[in-house]
């Protein structure tokens, strides 16, 4: 008998969760470029979901006119807002593209692992933050 | 019934809208943001203009569809949120995103100069 199923006939025999050995879900299992897209995905829409009701607040002082408006607009230009909001544009488009990629595997024909659409998650977040950048500061 | 309420056919379609609103939106951030933001360029941009009302009705209300699906996944898988109050609130967030959406969007278009 082997190890393996010596470590299950104890579990079955004392009524016990399984614990099947090497099988759990740690940092191993998780060390996978899918798994990073999982959560870059799920960390970028966390933070465009905060930001959400802060940019319509913003947006909503135009109700108070443009002098209004523009004096919240003026607190925008410290630095730490402006690399939020680049780090923000750039989350968005890292969220945009990896729901692409999501949306492509579950509703074309399977095909593999495609690590491609998670280079191009990357890849295209990095264009997208780069230009918004340049555009920003040239 | 668990399928619908799970909201993963809200998360899907509404992400389809969303691609191509987050699309428009990103390549309108890159251009405006060029020479800085101000009041007087934004108003004028959108004020009046119906085809940007109706851009932005749209992306608001499917922003406003997405959020809680993924604020639920998130409370129940990361945090073992789960139940009718978990989905009543995020719900609630939703309909609070739309609302403050709706009324950022009638500020840039029909609101005051």
């Not at chain 2, 009041?39 to 608001?60: E, M, S, T």
Request: glycine share 10%; proline share 3%.
């Amino acid at each position: 008998m082997s190890e393996l199923d010596a470590a299950h006939n104890r579990s079955v025999a004392a009524d016990v969760p399984r614990k099947t050995p090497g099988r759990r879900a740690d940092a191993r299992a998780r060390n996978h470029p899918a798994w990073w897209a999982f959560l870059v995905h799920r960390l970028s829409g966390l933070a465009l979901a905060i930001f959400l009701p802060m940019h319509f607040w913003a947006l909503g002082t135009a109700l108070h006119g443009a002098a209004a408006f523009d004096s919240f607009l003026a607190v925008t230009q410290q630095p730490a807002f402006v690399f939020a909001e680049w780090g923000l544009v750039t989350l968005l488009a890292a969220h945009l593209i990896g729901g692409v990629r999501i949306l492509l595997i579950e509703y074309r024909p399977w095909s593999g692992l495609r690590k491609d659409l998670i280079a191009l998650t990357a890849g295209g977040a990095l264009v997208a933050g780069l230009a918004f950048a340049l555009s920003l500061t040239l | 019934m668990r399928a619908a309420l799970s909201g993963w056919r809200v998360q899907r379609i509404s992400a389809m809208v969303l691609a191509l609103c987050v699309s428009v939106h990103l390549v309108t951030m890159i251009i405006v943001v060029h020479g800085g933001l101000s009041a007087g360029a934004i108003l004028g941009r959108l004020h009046g203009n119906a085809a940007w009302a109706l851009f932005y009705a749209v992306f608001v209300l499917a922003a406003a569809a997405h959020v809680p699906v993924g604020l639920r996944r998130i409370a129940e898988e990361w945090l073992g949120w789960r139940g009718a109050g978990v989905f009543a609130v995020s719900v609630l967030i939703g309909l609070m995103l739309a609302l403050a959406g709706l009324r950022a969007v009638y500020a840039l278009i029909g609101g005051p100069l």
